[in-house]
């Protein structure tokens, strides 16, 4: 589980080590039984080592405290590496990297590889031990959300992004823990800082469309003299437009999806679709399994092949 009080990624003297002889059990072994260890066996003297070198180091690195490092020179330690070998180690050969996990190989490779492929080996063998916690920090913070914690919710989903960059739900929970806040503007901000291939997931649209419903109900109008407006001309579009706006504003989502359906019945090019575009900003901001979205998508798919 996240410790949500530390540095969100460990120093790189913690997750990238000489080994020794004496420091093999302690450093790799033992070390092993909580985060996978990959073990660097090279040599002075080894070409392909001084380049695979840096770019485990680079992946390792980047793996951000979910796997760790020990470089071990087999010419220093010639006894260490005899020992391995006998245990069925193919060390004759360098560089030969090893991944250990819970004290047994987990998986190895020699020779030199390109850079993606030692990435690769590095998210294979740091996802051994699972998310590091990061799927229950992330229920914890969405149940802090609901029950109004916004602040604490705010705090954990940052600490998520510190262990995850890229982890769309953390940025969107970001998002939403704003908007609760009332910080609107903060929420914009973070919003557009969000990583281009992480846009268009769906729980920074859904985020995105929360923002815009909120900016909507700031401008919503009476909900009784709407529904007046309505019930007077049926035919007043912009009317119930804006009453389904401000119903939404009023938490009544329901009965703004039904106005919205019916203005799209009764005109679905006015205002160039306005209001298949409102309901799918509606859809998005909710749950995909939310009962209102599930009836309200199957009754626009209706009226849209009617």
């Not at 770019?55 to 006894?79: F, H, P, S």
């Not at 990297?97 to 047994?104: M, N, W």
């Not at 916690?133 to 705010?154: K, P, Q, V």
């Not at 912009?238 to 019916?262: S, W």
Request: negative net charge; glycine residues 8%.
């Amino acid at each position: 589980m996240l410790e949500f009080g530390q540095s969100p990624s460990q120093p790189a003297a913690d997750l990238i080590k000489d080994g020794t002889e004496a420091t093999f059990m302690p450093d790799v072994v033992e070390a092993s039984q909580e985060v996978p260890v990959i073990v660097d066996f090279w040599a002075p003297w080894c070409g392909p080592c001084k380049t695979l070198g840096p770019m485990l180091e680079q992946a390792v690195t980047a793996a951000k405290g979910r796997v760790k490092m020990v470089k071990i020179d087999v010419d220093q330690n010639q006894r260490l590496a005899q020992m391995l070998a006998q245990q069925g180690l193919p060390l004759q050969s360098i560089p030969t990297v090893v991944a250990f996990y819970q004290g047994q190989v987990a998986d190895m490779f020699q020779g030199a590889l390109p850079q993606s492929e030692i990435k690769a080996f590095v998210d294979r063998i740091a996802g051994l031990a699972g998310d590091g916690g990061l799927g229950e920090a992330l229920e914890a913070a969405e149940a802090m959300l609901a029950e109004g914690a916004a602040a604490d919710a705010a705090q954990t989903f940052a600490a998520i992004l510190g262990e995850d960059p890229s982890n769309a739900t953390a940025f969107g929970g970001m998002v939403r823990s704003y908007l609760v806040l009332g910080e609107v503007e903060k929420a914009e901000q973070f919003l557009n800082s969000v990583p281009a291939e992480l846009a268009g997931k769906p729980e920074v649209e859904a985020a995105r469309a929360q923002l815009e419903l909120l900016r909507q109900a700031a401008d919503a109008g009476p909900i009784a003299e709407l529904r007046s407006a309505v019930e007077a001309d049926p035919a007043d579009h912009q009317a119930r437009f804006d009453l389904a706006t401000a119903l939404h504003a009023n938490g009544e989502i329901e009965e703004a999806v039904a106005e919205l359906l019916e203005l799209f019945r009764r005109d679905r090019e006015w205002n160039d679709g306005a209001a298949k575009a409102q309901l799918f900003i509606i859809f998005d901001a909710l749950k995909p399994t939310d009962p209102v979205v599930l009836n309200g998508r199957r009754k626009l798919s209706s009226l849209i092949f009617a």
